[in-house]
Structure formats: structure tokens, C-alpha cells
């Protein structure tokens, strides 16, 4: 049960998720988007990307379990940061089940736990720049991966590749740390490609 | 003191790397290429790039400690991949040290280590098609891995670029292990590009 001051937070923050909604929407007018808080978004959602710091990874996803759809996927784009716990963000915390995609595979065993989108700037996918990245899609569920992998090739830039099973997600967590590091040191917005794959390795 | 089994592998396997000096020349008559056992070829060597299996990392460190001169640079393209213990080429083994690049500094706190080329495919560096691949230079010492990036740019195909601190070879050699993945899930010989950095990041 959430106390007095979680619901004080709740309410505070859903008319800035609504204005959230309403500024993505200003430059494309017929896209769906609305603000809501958490749990909510989750029950309606049959698709949740998680794009949160870590140090709110395991509390939230043991908000939304109660509420979220057994047949829903979720896409865990979250790396554990040591910045999290006040190191630096070109280092990484050991996650003791290998990494945060496959903490949350333990906290929601239901549903279909897909890492994707660790390694875009978040500052490129809203428009900043060209995304210049490939997206590696791991998952245990080849359905739910294959979705996902549909619908990052849907993004202008982007080629969407198959990287195995979810416990390579630790890899792709690690790379985001690297690029971050690369970031700071040559002042850019790294991504990655990745080269010598057959055509059929991309957006298939 | 090696001993007579030691001493018998030694000289078994001297011929093989004369040979394949031999191999490397034919189609490039102006190299300088020579084959030479290991203590002899680290004792006169300025720069010493270690490309072997993890397995052989520490003992072979240990052997050539002793010879390896206190000004030369180590370049560690070491990957400890889970293979080396019977596990599997797509996954790691997790170093004390962090890496295993970071291992061999321990090893040899005295000379420059360099951490890179761990996510090249050896085939396409033997010349078995081009070389589409970013080499990322890890290193606590500036000027060896200026050194490194230098030599790495040469390498047509490769642009290289400056990755930091040693510690962060850890990354680098987790990449190698996706790579190794997606080439088996792919049927390919893959390799990175970092993308939307400034041109002055690559090959400086």
C-alpha cells in the first residue's frame, strides 16, 4: 500500500508526464502518447520499455508486477550505472544475476524479458541528432525479441541485429559504460555498429 | 629450470614458427619476420603484442617476466573467454583483476601494458577479406598507447581510437565474446565501428 507521501509524489508528477505527452506530440500530431503514472501505464500497456536509472530498477519493477499483463513485453533498455551509487557513469556495478535485463527476468518471471536499446544516446532518439547506432536485441523469448527487433528497425538509423539469448544483455549494459567513457573523452554522442554480418543479419 | 618435457616442446616448436615466418614473407618479401621461441623473441623485442589463448596468459606472462625489457610495451589482445576453462567461447570468465589486460599489469607492473585488437576476427587479419573494424586503445600509460593507436591505424580498414584507462579493457574484451555470438549466430566475421564521434577522435 502506498503511503502518504508516495501518493503526494504520484500526484505531483502526473501533470508533468501529461505535459511529457503533450511536448512529443507538438511536432507529430497524429502520434498516440499519453502521461500516466506507472502502474497505470503498465496494466494498459501490452508493450513496457524501461528506460529508468538503475537505482530505480528493482523498486519499480516491484510496483508494476502486481499490475502488468502476463502476455505483456518488456523491454529493459537500463544499465547499472556506478553512478547509481554515486560512482562514476564509465563504470558498471556487478549484478549478482549477470545483469539488470536479467534482474528483472527474476522479479517478473511471467512476462517476456527483452534488452534492447542500451547503446542509443537518448539525447539522438529525441531528435537531436542522426542515430547513427545498431541495436542488439537479446532475449529467451525469439517472439517477443523478433517484435522488438520490428520495431527498432522502424527507427530511422537504426539496424536492428539478433545478439542471442538475454544473458548477452550484461554485454550490451557493459558497452553503453564504454561509450559513455568515450563520450566524455572525445565529447560526442557515441553509438555502435556492428560490421562483417550477412545482409540477413539486420532488420530480419 | 624448464625440464626435459619443456625443453622437448621448445624445440618442437621452433621449426613450426620459423615456418610460419616463412609463410608471412612470401607474399610480402620486404617484411621483417622472424620465428622465435618466446623468452628469445620478448628479450629483444621493443613492442610485444600478446594474441593467445587465456589458458596460457599467466604462465606465459610468468615466463617471460624475467626477460622482457623494462622499456617495452605489452599490447594484450587477451580475451579470458569461458572456452579457456571448457565453457563457452560466447561468455567470460570473470578476472579478480577486472580484465585480463589488467592481469598482465599486475604481472608486469613494470613496463607500459596496452589493452587492444581483441575485436578483430584473426582471419581478417590474416587477410582472408577486409578489415571493418574500430580498434579501441585501453591504457594507464599515454605515450604507449599513442604508440599502439599509431600502429593500429596502419592496419587499412581500422581506425583507432583512444578508450581510456587500462580498466577499461574489461569492456573491450567482453565485446569480443558478442562478437564471437553473432558470428556464430550469423555466419560472419564481425567487428565494431563507433560512430558520432568528432573526426578527431579516430586515428589521432
Redesign the interface.
Known amino acids: 500500500m502506498p503511503n502518504e507521501r508516495e501518493r503526494r509524489q504520484k500526484r505531483s508528477r502526473l501533470p508533468s508526464r501529461r505535459e511529457a505527452a503533450e511536448k512529443i506530440k507538438a511536432p507529430i500530431p497524429d502520434a498516440q502518447v499519453s502521461g500516466d503514472e506507472n502502474s497505470a501505464a503498465c496494466a494498459a500497456a501490452d508493450l513496457v520499455v524501461l528506460t529508468i536509472p538503475f537505482e530505480g530498477h528493482a523498486a519499480l519493477l516491484k510496483q508494476i508486477k502486481p499490475v502488468i499483463r502476463p502476455d505483456a513485453i518488456v523491454v529493459d533498455a537500463t544499465v547499472p550505472l556506478a553512478a547509481s551509487v554515486g560512482g562514476r557513469a ?2 558498471t556495478l556487478g549484478i549478482w544475476q549477470g545483469s539488470a535485463a536479467q534482474e528483472t527476468a527474476e522479479i517478473l518471471p511471467k512476462v517476456a524479458v527483452v534488452a534492447a536499446f542500451q547503446n542509443i ?1 537518448a539525447d ?1 532518439l529525441n531528435g537531436d ?1 542522426p542515430v ?2 545498431d541495436v ?1 536485441v537479446c532475449s529467451d523469448d525469439a517472439n517477443a525479441a523478433q517484435s522488438v527487433r520490428m520495431l527498432a528497425a522502424r527507427i530511422p538509423g537504426v539496424r536492428a ?4 539469448k538475454l ?2 544483455a ?3 549494459e ?2 553503453t ?3 559513455i ?2 563520450n566524455i ?14 545482409d ?2 539486420y532488420n530480419s
Open positions: 564509465t563504470r544516446a539522438l541528432g547513427e547506432c542488439i541485429i539478433d545478439g542471442g544473458e548477452n550484461r554485454i550490451l557493459q558497452i559504460a564504454l561509450l567513457g568515450l573523452r572525445h565529447k560526442g554522442h557515441s553509438g555502435i555498429r556492428i560490421t562483417g554480418l550477412p540477413q543479419a
